[in-house]
C-alpha cells in the first residue's frame, strides 16, 4: 500500500466531511424576473465552490414584496436573503432589520459598485443590499415600424413624440399595439411607471408640507395623456399589464414601443425568445421639456435579514452573486449581452461590453435619474419612482389601485386622482406627517 497516497485520501475526505458538517441551506426569495431566473441556472456553481446548498422561493413582484415585507417586520425567519430594492433597503437598515455589509472581502470591491445604486442600497453611508443588477428605464422601439410610419426616432424624444407615434404604428387588424406600458396595480409595478411619467409632467407625490398633490392640474394631465394614448394605441387588458406581460408582448410583435426596465433590452435582443430582435431600437425615455424625464431608477439587490443563523454563508452567497465573477461566468456561458447589469462600473469600461447596443443608452439612463431631484417643483423626500418614507408602499398600492380602475373604464380619472387625494392625506394625517 502507498502510505502517502493514502494520506492523502484520508486528508480530502477529512477535507470533504468538513465542508459537509459547515454547509448551509439557504432559502432565497427572489423575483420571477429573467435575470434571477438566469441566475437560478448556475447555483450548481456556488454549491460547488462553498459546498452551500440553496432553495429559491420565486414569485411574483407584488408579492414578493408582501411575503419578504411581513417575514422581516414579523421576524419571522423565512428567508436567509432576501431580493429587495431601493426603497426597502434603506428604511431596513435604518430599522437594524437587515445584516450590515460592511465587511465583504477586498476581492468583491465593493467601490466598484456604481456610486447610484451604492447610494441608493445604504443608510448612513452603510450599505445594506448589494445590487444583482440595476435599471433605469428607457425606450425599446421596433425600428422596422417606425421607419413603416415615416417617422424617426430622436435619441431624447418627448412625450407628444412618443404619443404620435404609438397611434401612428397601431394596426389593430395585425394585432400590433403602438405602445405598451404598466397598467397594473402595485407601488413598484403600474404605480411606478405613472409616478415617474408624472414627474415629467411636473407633478409630485407631496408638497413641502406634506400635502397630497393628486388634486392639481399636473397630475390630471399626466393620468388623461396616458389614458388616452394606451386607449388609441395600448393593447387590450393593458390596465391589469405589468413588467413580464409587457415583455412577452414585445418579444411576440405586438408592440410597436415599451418604455419599461432598461434590463429588458438583453431579452427582447435575444433571438431565442424574442421574434423581433433584430430590429430593436432604444431611446432615453420621454420628457415633456420642463427638465424632468420620466426615467426611473432602481436595483434587484440581496440582502440579509438580521438574526438570521445562517449569515456568514449569505455573506458568501452575496460576493458570489453580486461579483464580476459572476458576470464573468454569465458572459462565457451566454455572452455579454446576457448579463446582469447596471451595478458595477467596471461592466462598462469593459470594451466587450461597450459593444453590446444598448450598454451606453442603459448607463445614460442611469445617471440621468437622481432620487434626490426628481420633481420639477421641490419635494420633502428622496426618490424617483417613489417617496422614500415607510408608509409610501401601502399608500401607493391602493392609488395605483385607483388609477387601474380608471384605467379599465371603472371609474373616470377624475374620480380615481379624487380618491387619491383624499387617501393619501388620512393616511399621512394618522402616520403624524400633517
Same mark, same amino acid.
Not at 458538517?21 to 460547488?48: C, E, K, P, S, W
Not at 411575503?67 to 422581516?72: A, C, E, F, L
Not at 455589509?101 to 448612513?124: C, F, K, Q, R, T
Not at 413580464?244 to 414585445?250: G, V
Given at each position: ?303 440579509? $435579514? ?5 449569515? @456568514? &454563508?449569505?455573506? #458568501? !452567497?452575496?460576493?458570489? =452573486? *453580486?461579483?464580476? +465573477? ?53 419635494? $420633502? ?5 417613489? @417617496? &422614500?418614507?415607510? #408608509? !409610501?408602499?401601502?399608500? =401607493? *398600492?391602493?392609488? +395605483? ?34
Amino acid at each position: 500500500m502507498n502510505f502517502k497516497l493514502t494520506l492523502a485520501a484520508a486528508a480530502v475526505t477529512s477535507l470533504l466531511a468538513a465542508n459537509a458538517a459547515t454547509a448551509d441551506n439557504l432559502v432565497i426569495a427572489t423575483v420571477n424576473n429573467g435575470d434571477m431566473i438566469r441566475m437560478q441556472g448556475y447555483t450548481d456553481d456556488f454549491t460547488a465552490k462553498t459546498g452551500h446548498t440553496v432553495e429559491w422561493v420565486t414569485l411574483e413582484e407584488n408579492v414578493l414584496r408582501q411575503r419578504v415585507t411581513t417575514d422581516i417586520t414579523t421576524k419571522g425567519g423565512a428567508f436567509d436573503l432576501m431580493t429587495i430594492g431601493m426603497y426597502e433597503t434603506p428604511i431596513w437598515g435604518a430599522n437594524g432589520w437587515l445584516v450590515p455589509l460592511d465587511d465583504l472581502s477586498e476581492e468583491y470591491n465593493v467601490d466598484d459598485i456604481l456610486p447610484a445604486m451604492a447610494g441608493g442600497l445604504s443608510h448612513e453611508g452603510t450599505l445594506y443590499a448589494a445590487p444583482f443588477y440595476g435599471e433605469s428605464s428607457m425606450i425599446m422601439y421596433r425600428t422596422d415600424l417606425m421607419e413603416a410610419a415615416g417617422m424617426e426616432m430622436p435619441d431624447a424624444p418627448t412625450w407628444e413624440f412618443v404619443a404620435e407615434a404609438a397611434r401612428a404604428m397601431t394596426d389593430r387588424d395585425a394585432e400590433i399595439n403602438g405602445i405598451c406600458l404598466r397598467g397594473k396595480a402595485g407601488w413598484g409595478e403600474g404605480g411606478a411607471f405613472i409616478t415617474a411619467m408624472s414627474n415629467s409632467f411636473g407633478a409630485r407625490w407631496f408638497d413641502e408640507d406634506w400635502n397630497a398633490q393628486f388634486d392639481t392640474q399636473e397630475w390630471a394631465d399626466t393620468l388623461n395623456f396616458y389614458a388616452d394614448m394606451m386607449g388609441d394605441a395600448g393593447p387590450p387588458g393593458y390596465a391589469t399589464n405589468g413588467f413580464n406581460e409587457n415583455l412577452s408582448l414585445f418579444q411576440q410583435g405586438k408592440c410597436g414601443m415599451w418604455i419599461d426596465a432598461t434590463v429588458a433590452a438583453s431579452f427582447v435582443t435575444n433571438a431565442e425568445d424574442s421574434t423581433v430582435a433584430d430590429s430593436v431600437g432604444f431611446a432615453l425615455a420621454p420628457d415633456n421639456g420642463l427638465g424632468k424625464r420620466s426615467n426611473w431608477l432602481w436595483a434587484w439587490a440581496l440582502g440579509i $435579514p438580521a438574526g438570521t443563523q445562517k449569515e @456568514a &454563508a449569505a455573506k #458568501e !452567497f452575496i460576493e458570489w =452573486a *453580486t461579483s464580476t +465573477s459572476y458576470i464573468d461566468l454569465v458572459a462565457e456561458k451566454e455572452g455579454w449581452a446576457n448579463v446582469p447589469p447596471g451595478a458595477r462600473a467596471s461592466l462598462y469600461e469593459n470594451p466587450d461590453y461597450q459593444e453590446v447596443p444598448f450598454a451606453a443608452m442603459t448607463l445614460e439612463s442611469i445617471l440621468s435619474a437622481d432620487p434626490n431631484d426628481s420633481t420639477v417643483q421641490p419635494t $420633502p423626500y428622496v426618490g424617483v419612482q417613489f @417617496a &422614500a418614507i415607510p #408608509e !409610501f408602499a401601502g399608500i =401607493a *398600492t391602493e392609488v +395605483s389601485q385607483e388609477f387601474s380602475a380608471a384605467y379599465a373604464g371603472q371609474q373616470t380619472v377624475e374620480e380615481a386622482l379624487e380618491k387619491a387625494q383624499a387617501l393619501t392625506n388620512d393616511a399621512m394625517e394618522a402616520a403624524g406627517y400633517r
